[in-house]
């Protein structure tokens, strides 16, 4: 396949301010913390209004991620969903400018905030979510437009440009991988130790620790990962039940043991939200993934129906299941094996009716028509990260993580036909271009591999 070619798109951001336009004509920065807190009101409440789409994400980023995974039926699409991830190529390349516009408005509240006010009530709240939104904008750009880490040479890998205060004459190159999470890692630490726990906010001390433990996971940081993410499924432990399908099925609703969710508010976005959740239906879900679930599996029957056509709430949220998934991952990069058994376990235990535990002796084969083969630390997947992966896959379904649990481990390339045309996406793909329009900006900065101008 020819490289994917950048210049169809230079017209996507033609309109868009470069993320250093910090003081444009005619515009003033806010100066009270009062106004800081609107500032962040104004991204708050796209979140709750299902508009937020590359911050934390909502129904309308979570089908599009969907569509281009394995997850959905690589032949049976009758076009609703992206093709594969070319074609979905230009609205990914959007994030770029978008995430910066939010690092903007958190450096403005950073830099200007005034000391006698950042030991006030709404000080602390204000402060730590600008860090929180900075560090999730930072942590989304490097999932999107970084490769995925190789610790032993993250140092030298390209990361983003840092922009951490205004410079009209900066024109910041792209930093290393390395230096990029230790950002994101420091933002979120300065958001935990600001203790802002008002709801009104959103970004409350345990969902910050939440972000905080997928930035070491995504680091391969697994103890780092791991210590937190204990201590959080102690606070929200599993659900089983009645009670989780209730969980699940509320649409705009956080309740059980979710502590961030978007779109909360019912009233905004309607035609949108009704119109993505009818389209989820029109493409089966893939038939291997369909066929993991167990008789006994309570999900099978609130995913999708007997016709492979989903039934799930489209949803960003942050929950508990992830985090005892990422926790028996974590004692598996960890070579402890048995508590990897035991936190796979305990998940199963509250999906599947009269579950059978797992041992060594009886984790199940690998398929051999198992997408992944390459695990995070590009060491072969074996039976007992097979158990964890799919478990993986078949929780957290039609809930945007699937792109990118197939970009950590090992970028598998994948196929789907539409339109009587064959598209592969290749290894490369999974790392999206940089924009066009930040070379004629800054010509020193260095695109990703694999894209021509």
Known sequence: MKKYTLILL?????????????????????????EFSALEHSILNDIENGKEDVLTGNFSSVYNYEGITDNIDNIARPGSYPAYVGKNMTSLIGNYSELYEKI???????DEIKESEKDSEIGKKVLATAYAIRGLAYYNLIRVFCDPVDKANVAEQLGVPIVTSFDIEGKPLRSDLKTCFELIIDDFKKSIELEANDEDYMFTTDVVKALLARTYFLYEEWDSARIILEELLKKYPLLSGDAYKSMMNAEHIKEGNIIFKSYTNPGASIISYNSTTKNSKSSPVSKFLFELFDANDIRKDIWFNKLRENNKVLSYRIRSAEYCLMIAEAYYHLGDRTKALEYLNILRDKRITANVHYTEASLPEIDPNYLIKLNAEDKAVDKLLYAILIERQMELYMEGDRWFELKRNGRPEMWTISKNYKYVTEAYMYTIPIPSREFVLNPKLKQNTGYNY
Do not use: M, R
């Open 10 to 34: 230079s017209a996507l951001l033609c309109s868009c301010n470069s993320f250093l336009d910090l003081k444009p004509h005619g515009k003033i920065i806010p100066k009270t913390v009062e």
């Open 104 to 110: 903007k408005d958190c450096n403005i509240i950073l």
